[in-house]
């Protein structure tokens, strides 16, 4: 590895995106994480907190839902390295249930969740085809695999999630270039502090470890297939769920 082999996290200063990029970093990579432009000021403050902690990763915006930025954001990663490992980890949610679901909640949804992953990808897929070493990881959902109340829409993105790992891991396959999905279950993020009391404690009560996940549970996932010993594994769905889902 060499210092220009560089990791892209999309959402990579959120919750799971800190612990990815960490985790990114301790495995060698030149680290970047993406985030919305509308989001600056706490992207640099989250930078700050990074390097007090001794971690050192860059900072690149794009908002992942328009092509044209992700173009931008490759061209400008193109000047530091080469991306040989890309977290496809940037997710919004919307909840509502459908009856009730307006279509600017629907296509939100689907267009960060979904559209993000094209968008981002569409950008490095020749690249580390041509270098004959890839890594993507696709962060979908345990509610992509059992669908959620609530969630018609990030519940139809996540399933989406998988296909597409799927499509493109057929594609890539032969050029050394891995891509699986990780499908967090109910891990102690914003995201998940933020459902409404009692569904939150009637989720918790039920995940047969007995305890939310941690984001660390997630970026040790992804340090696995991420791994030049996983050359193995592509196009598969790894659930990091504490049991809440098995089949
Ligand atoms: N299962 C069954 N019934 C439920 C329910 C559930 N999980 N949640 C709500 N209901 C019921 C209510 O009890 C109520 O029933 P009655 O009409 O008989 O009183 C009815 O549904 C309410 O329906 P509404 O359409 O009026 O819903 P609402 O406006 O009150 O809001 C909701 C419903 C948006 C789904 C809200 O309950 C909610 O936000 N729930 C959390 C959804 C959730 O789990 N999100 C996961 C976020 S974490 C994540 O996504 C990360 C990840 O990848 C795991």
Same mark, same amino acid.
């Given at each position: 590895? !060499?210092?220009?082999?560089?990791?892209?996290? !999309?959402?990579?200063?959120?919750?799971?995106?800190?612990?990815?990029?960490?985790?990114?970093?301790?495995?060698?990579?030149?680290?970047?994480? =993406?985030?919305?432009?509308?989001?600056?000021?706490?992207?640099?403050?989250?930078?700050?907190?990074?390097?007090?902690?001794?971690?050192?990763?860059?900072? &690149?915006?794009?908002?992942?839902?328009?092509?044209? %930025?992700?173009? %931008?954001?490759?061209?400008?990663?193109?000047?530091?390295?080469?991306?040989?490992?890309?977290?496809? =980890?940037?997710?919004? $949610?919307?909840?509502? !249930?459908?009856?009730?679901?307006? @279509?600017? *909640?629907? %296509?939100?949804?689907?267009?960060?969740?979904?559209?993000?992953?094209?968008? $981002?990808?569409?950008?490095?897929?020749?690249?580390?085809?041509?270098?004959?070493?890839?890594?993507?990881?696709?962060?979908?959902?345990?509610?992509?695999?059992?669908?959620?109340?609530? *969630?018609?829409?990030?519940?139809?993105?996540?399933?989406?999630?998988?296909?597409?790992?799927?499509?493109?891991?057929?594609?890539?396959?032969?050029? *050394?270039?891995?891509?699986?999905?990780?499908?967090?279950?109910?891990?102690?993020?914003?995201?998940?502090?933020? &459902? @409404?009391?009692?569904?939150?404690?009637?989720?918790?009560? #039920?995940?047969?470890?007995?305890?939310?996940? *941690? @984001?660390?549970?997630?970026?040790?996932?992804?340090?696995?297939?991420?791994? @030049?010993?996983?050359?193995? &594994?592509?196009?598969?769905?790894?659930?990091? #769920?504490?049991?809440?889902?098995?089949?």
């Amino acid at each position: 590895m !060499t210092s220009s082999d560089l990791a892209l996290v !999309t959402g990579g200063t959120g919750g799971l995106g800190t612990a990815i990029c960490r985790a990114l970093e301790a495995a060698g990579y030149a680290v970047f994480a =993406n985030y919305h432009p509308a989001e600056q000021a706490s992207a640099l403050a989250w930078l700050d907190s990074q390097k007090a902690d001794g971690f050192n990763p860059g900072l &690149i915006a794009a908002d992942v839902s328009d092509y044209s %930025q992700c173009e %931008q954001m490759a061209a400008e990663l193109a000047t530091a390295g080469s991306v040989r490992v890309l977290v496809n =980890n940037a997710g919004i $949610v919307r909840d509502s !249930t459908l009856k009730k679901m307006e @279509p600017h *909640q629907w %296509q939100a949804v689907i267009d960060v969740n979904l559209g993000g992953m094209y968008n $981002v990808t569409r950008q490095f897929i020749t690249p580390m085809m041509d270098a004959g070493f890839g890594r993507i990881i696709n962060i979908s959902s345990v509610n992509g695999q059992r669908g959620q109340f609530g *969630q018609a829409n990030y519940s139809a993105a996540k399933a989406g999630v998988h296909g597409f790992t799927m499509a493109v891991a057929r594609e890539t396959a032969s050029k *050394q270039v891995t891509v699986n999905s990780i499908s967090p279950g109910f891990i102690d993020t914003e995201m998940v502090q933020t &459902i @409404p009391e009692p569904q939150r404690r009637e989720i918790i009560n #039920n995940i047969p470890v007995g305890r939310v996940g *941690q @984001p660390a549970d997630i970026a040790n996932a992804v340090s696995f297939l991420v791994h @030049p010993d996983s050359s193995y &594994i592509t196009g598969i769905n790894l659930p990091v #769920n504490g049991g809440v889902f098995m089949h």
